[in-house]
T-cell receptor, first 115, second 117 residues
Framework: AQKVTQAQTEISVVEKEDVTLDCVYETRDTTYYLFWYKQPPSGELVFLIR??????QNEISGRYSWNFQKSTSSFNFTITASQVVDSAVYFCALTPEGGGNKLTFGTGTQLKVEL | GAVVSQHPSRVICKSGTSVKIECRSL??????MFWYRQFPKKSLMLMAT?????????EQGVEKDKFLINHASLTLSTLTVTSAHPEDSSFYIC?????????????FGQGTRLTVV
């Protein structure tokens, strides 16, 4: 069975602060994929990143960065210099290789960025 | 990236009626589509896997007769909520996989907010 835990239910920060969203996962599969999605108030899911379990390199994309630590089963997401537009619910998700993108989602973290 | 279109985006229906939600892959073929449900301020839970040309696979606890899924073509899957009741009010969202690309990210539709009154 797979499980994704996002322990932070809600985070509030002031604009320009850095914020890290935690994601811890459980799986018995040796090959799997991890994802982060952003869900703004409108409801659609915006794809942010997909990471293969064999690729532990950290990734940076603009103000976004991801830290994948296989040893601790964590895939944390950091937003640098947060902006009000970053306010949304962020979901971490997991699928086994060959799972056809049948995703197991975490419970999400509500991020509020205030002026 | 690939585009998945979901329609309608919002629907309000009377209790006891049925509602059909469409999920289309616009620029790719999808032999498999997934239907998720999201209660307010909750996570997304997989309801069923829709397979083109065959029966859908439902997750444990999801009523097959309540949530009818049809995947008649490589670009369209439909979810029909039959005899809807207020407790069926939720956000339903589909995702589709491009069969040509292995292990690609899941492309999601815009979601449908269903309110049963």
């Amino acid at each position: 069975a797979q499980k994704v835990t996002q322990a932070q239910t809600e985070i509030s920060v002031v604009e320009k602060e850095d914020v890290t969203l935690d994601c811890v996962y459980e799986t018995r599969d040796t090959t799997y994929y991890l994802f982060w999605y952003k869900q703004p108030p409108s409801g659609e899911l915006v794809f942010l990143i997909r990471r293969n379990s064999f690729d532990e390199q950290n990734e940076i994309s603009g103000r976004y960065s991801w830290n994948f630590q296989k040893s601790t089963s964590s895939f944390n997401f950091t937003i640098t210099a947060s902006q009000v537009v970053d306010s949304a619910v962020y979901f971490c998700a997991l699928t086994p290789e060959g799972g056809g993108n049948k995703l197991t989602f975490g419970t999400g973290t509500q991020l509020k960025v205030e002026l | 990236g690939a585009v998945v279109s979901q329609h309608p985006s919002r629907v309000i229906c009377k209790s006891g009626t049925s509602v059909k939600i469409e999920c289309r892959s616009l620029d790719f073929q999808a032999t498999t589509m997934f239907w998720y449900r999201q209660f307010p301020k909750k996570s997304l839970m997989l309801m069923a896997t829709s397979n083109e040309g065959s029966k859908a696979t439902y997750e444990q606890g999801v009523e097959k007769d309540k949530f009818l899924i049809n995947h008649a073509s490589l670009t369209l899957s439909t979810l029909t909520v039959t005899s809807a009741h207020p407790e069926d009010s939720s956000f339903y969202i589909c995702s589709a996989r491009d069969v040509r690309i292995l292990n690609t990210e899941a492309f999601f539709g815009q979601g449908t907010r269903l309110t049963v009154v």
